[in-house]
C-alpha cells in the first residue's frame, strides 16, 4: 500500500521547470543575496593562500604583455596597426582573458558546485552570471591599467595611430554580448560535461586555440588573403574584438553587420545553452 504523504505543513515545494526556455527572475530576485555571497566567495578564494593575493590580477596581464612584445612584436614583428605595442596586446589582452575566463568558469557550473547543488536549494541558473560578475571584477583592474598606459603614451606623445573614437560608448554593450556569448556557449558545455567529462578536456584545448584565430595577438588587417579574412570573421568573436579596438584605440575592423552576426551567434549559443541547462538541471545529482 502506497504512504500517502501529508502536504499541509509544508511551506515550500520545489519542482523541476517544464519549459526549457525560461527564467523565474523572481525566484532568481529572491537569492540575490545568496548570488553576492558566492560573487565574494569566488573573488576571495580565487588567490587565497597566495603571497600576493589581488596584486596577480595586476601582474598577471603585465606579465603577458611582456612576453607579447618580445615575441611577437620584437622576433616575430608582426604590426599592431601603428599603435604602441603594449596598448594593442593589452587591450587583446584584457577583452580575451574576460572572454575566456567567463567561458571556462560557465563551462564548470555543474561539474565544480556538485557539492553545494546536492545540499541546498537555489536557483541553479545564478552560477553562470556568478562567473561574469566575478570576472568583472578582474577585468575592470586590466582596463584601469589600460587607461593608465593610455595616459602614460598621451603625455609622452607616443600614442601614434591610437585614439578614442566615439564608439567608445559602445563599448559596454560590446562587453555585454561578450559576456552573453560566453554564457550561452559555458552552459552548452556545462550541460553535457555532466556525463561525458573528456569534453571538458577537449574543450579546454579549444579554448587554449580559440585565441588564435582571433585577432588578439594581431590585427584582422594583416590577412589579406580574402577566403583566410572571411573564416577568421566567422569567428563570432571576431567582430566584438575589433569592434572594441576600434573604439578605444581608433583602429580595427568596424562593422556593423559582422556585429549584428556576432549577436545573432550570441542568441543562438543562449537558446540553445539554456534549453540545455533546464534540462539537465533536473537530474543532473543522479549522473554528476
Not at 60 to 80: C, L, Q, R
Amino acid at each position: 500500500m502506497e504512504q500517502q504523504i501529508d502536504t499541509k505543513f509544508w511551506n515550500t515545494v520545489i519542482t523541476p521547470k517544464d519549459k526549457l526556455l525560461t527564467i523565474d527572475w523572481k525566484e532568481v530576485w529572491r537569492y540575490r543575496d545568496m548570488y553576492w555571497l558566492f560573487v565574494m566567495r569566488s573573488f576571495r578564494t580565487a588567490y587565497k593562500q597566495t603571497i600576493l593575493g589581488p596584486l596577480w590580477f595586476l601582474i598577471t596581464p603585465v606579465m603577458s604583455v611582456i612576453v607579447y612584445v618580445a615575441v611577437f612584436g620584437g622576433v616575430a614583428n608582426i604590426p599592431t596597426d601603428g599603435v604602441p605595442a603594449v596598448l594593442f596586446y593589452l587591450l587583446g589582452i584584457s577583452v580575451w582573458g574576460y572572454f575566456s575566463s567567463c567561458l571556462s568558469s560557465t563551462s564548470n557550473s555543474f561539474v565544480s558546485n556538485a557539492d553545494i547543488f546536492g545540499k541546498v536549494y537555489f536557483p541553479r541558473i545564478i552560477m553562470p552570471f556568478v562567473a561574469v560578475t566575478v570576472n568583472v571584477l578582474s577585468f575592470a583592474i586590466q582596463l584601469a591599467i589600460f587607461f593608465a598606459f593610455y595616459a602614460y603614451y598621451a603625455c609622452t606623445n607616443g600614442l601614434g595611430e591610437a585614439t578614442i573614437h566615439w564608439h567608445i560608448l559602445l563599448f559596454p554593450v560590446l562587453m555585454l554580448i561578450l559576456a552573453m556569448m560566453a554564457v550561452g556557449f559555458g552552459m552548452m558545455i556545462s550541460s553535457v560535461t555532466t556525463k561525458y567529462r573528456d569534453i571538458q578536456i577537449v574543450f579546454g584545448k579549444i579554448i587554449s586555440l580559440w585565441v588564435y584565430i582571433t585577432p588578439v595577438i594581431y590585427p584582422l588587417s594583416m590577412i589579406t588573403n580574402p577566403k583566410l579574412y572571411l573564416a577568421m570573421s566567422l569567428n563570432p568573436v571576431t567582430p566584438i574584438v575589433e569592434a572594441i579596438r576600434y573604439s578605444l584605440l581608433g583602429v580595427g575592423q568596424f562593422s556593423w553587420w559582422w556585429l549584428l552576426y556576432s549577436v545573432l551567434m550570441t542568441a543562438i549559443l543562449l537558446v540553445i545553452g539554456l534549453a540545455l541547462f533546464n534540462k539537465v538541471q533536473k537530474s543532473f545529482m543522479d549522473t554528476v
